[in-house]
């Protein structure tokens, strides 16, 4: 995998237009949130406590439990619950934090196609990557979609100020870069039809394999190689 004094990339850079500099890698490394650091006695009441809410998220819906029932489930006391979650859509963005992870991961470093394939191979075509990263978004999405919809709908604006939003988007845009006359636009553009509450509107009318395929269209228009 292509890398520099900067860490790991979303791969290698992808050809820009003829005549224009060539694309400069992106580092999605630092858009990235860490895994925790704490004490092992706070870590234990984490544990407990997303122990706890996914459980009872699971049972119930997300967002028929509440902080109480959470707390007194997880066996600790209202006022630490909300000091270290704030509410249910903290809750609920801890949840998903290690998925999230977990997916970006094997963008940065797994097999392609999602993912840039061994650094001595040849580059994955971009469309090929971009298409196998909205199909891996969508299981991950419709896998935890009232999770995902809960920490999207937070507040106006939550779904855009969140870490992992803008780890899609800037890998979204670097591989539309030499593909489109405005990567980052169109990288906005690709992920609007992939927000929690949008897919949770459509999916009893159209169901999951026309979402799927009408986002794989939308991925196959915009990274299409720019006319000669």
Do not use: C
């Not at 996914?54 to 000091?83: N, P, Y």
């Not at 803008?166 to 591989?175: D, E, P, T, Y």
């Amino acid at each position: 995998m292509a890398s520099d004094i900067n860490g790991p990339q979303s791969g290698s850079a992808i050809p820009p237009h003829p005549g224009d500099a060539p694309a400069r890698p992106v580092d999605l490394e630092l858009l990235r949130t860490p895994p925790p650091v704490e004490r092992a006695d706070a870590a234990r009441n984490r544990a407990a406590v997303l122990q706890a809410a996914a459980r009872l998220f699971a049972e119930h819906g997300a967002e028929a439990v509440s902080m109480d029932q959470v707390a007194a489930a997880a066996g600790v006391g209202k006022g630490t619950l909300f000091r270290r979650f704030g509410d249910r859509s903290g809750l609920a963005a801890a949840l998903l934090d290690a998925r999230e992870r977990d997916l970006q991961e094997a963008i940065l470093r797994g097999p392609a196609p999602l993912g840039p394939g061994p650094g001595d191979g040849p580059d994955p075509d971009p469309a090929d990557r971009l298409t196998a990263f909205t199909d891996a978004y969508l299981d991950h999405l419709l896998a935890h979609l009232d999770l995902v919809r809960m920490s999207e709908t937070a507040a106006r604006g939550a779904r855009y100020r969140i870490g992992a939003y803008r780890f899609w988007h800037r890998h979204a845009s670097v591989l539309l870069a030499g593909r489109s006359e405005d990567p980052d636009h169109d990288a906005h553009a690709l992920l609007a039809p992939l927000a929690a509450e949008h897919v949770a509107a459509l999916l009893p009318e159209l169901g999951e394999q026309r979402i799927r395929a009408g986002v794989r269209r939308l991925a196959a228009r915009l990274a299409a190689p720019p006319a000669a």
